[in-house]
């Protein structure tokens, strides 16, 4: 059975890295051992990316990529590219977009494109490649009818902008996560795997990735949570085959909480799931 290579975004672990940097080598070691070929960073804790790249090849990991936030691109594109070169991505992510430059906005989402395009053309002269990580609120209708993630892509070139399709969101905003991943064949090369449930129409999601969002009357029925692959709605077989057929050359799974499970808990879990479908 065909099968892609499995990372796991780090941004997950940041409970267990985030004040104390000293765990970076052990978790990452726990990572290999339940069988993730990889690792997307999600910054780099205070450790030199020479000191990453010492730790994630004595382990055995592959630093697929990294999620940098644009405003550490714009404000030094050069530096963001020369530590991630030490340690060997090969991908630099965009992970979130701010309020101001969503599609809802038409003036800032005009005048965010063309710094899209700007960041992701200095990247590609770098011998990078950038990729965009989605939400939901990317796939709002512009007055054209066109969703504002079709927009990007059209805009900014190929060779400077790629898809890093986050299955989760894609669902939630749409429910055709699948058509996406066909979509954007050959432009796909990593998708990522996450894994929810939803009821109702909950208002705050993003409370739960560490965002704050005005706040909002919450119905009593509604929720929304993150669970480990294959503990969610999310049906998987369509989607990794999909991903094959459409060139991607790697699935990560991230998981933004984990509520009573350890972060690590959550991690095998998906491994396992993953494994029991042939991954």
């Known amino acids: 059975m065909a099968k892609l290579p499995v990372g796991i975004q780090v941004y997950g672990l940041r409970d267990l890295l985030e004040n ?9 070691t726990q990572v290999k051992t339940m069988g993730y070929d990889g690792v997307e960073l999600a910054g780099l804790y205070g450790i030199e990316p020479a000191k990453i790249k010492t730790i994630l090849d004595k382990v055995g990991l592959i630093a697929i990529s990294a999620h940098v936030p644009f405003v550490d691109m714009i404000e030094d594109i050069d530096k963001v590219i020369a530590d991630y070169s030490v340690i060997g991505v090969k991908f630099l992510v965009m992970p979130y977009m701010a309020e101001e430059y969503r599609p809802i906005n038409p003036e800032g989402f005009a005048g965010f494109l063309p710094l ?7 990247i590609n002269a770098a011998g990078m490649t950038f990729l965009y990580h989605n939400h939901d609120f990317e796939f709002v209708k512009l007055p054209s009818g066109e969703y504002g993630y079709d927009k990007m892509f059209q805009d900014v070139p190929e060779e400077s902008l790629k898809c890093e399709l ?11 996560p699948n058509d996406f991943i066909k979509k954007y064949a050959g ?24 965002v704050e969002e005005e706040e909002s009357a919450e119905a009593e029925d509604a929720y929304f949570g993150f669970r480990a692959v294959g503990f969610g709605q999310m049906i998987w077989e369509p ?10 050359q790697w699935v990560i799974v991230e998981q933004d909480e984990h509520y009573e499970l350890d972060p690590l808990e959550c991690a095998r879990r998906s491994r ?5 479908l042939g991954w």
């Open 116 to 122: 899209l395009k700007e960041i992701g053309a200095k």
């Open 20 to 28: 104390t940097p000293e765990n970076f080598e052990n978790v990452m």
């Open 187 to 210: 432009r796909l090369p990593v998708v990522h795997l996450k894994d929810y449930i939803k009821k109702g129409q909950p208002k705050s999601m993003y409370k739960l990735i560490g």
């Open 239 to 248: 989607i990794l085959e999909n991903s094959i057929e459409a060139g991607a």
């Open 272 to 276: 396992e799931y993953l494994k029991i």
């Open 166 to 176: 986050d299955t989760c969101w894609c669902d939630v905003a749409t429910g055709k």
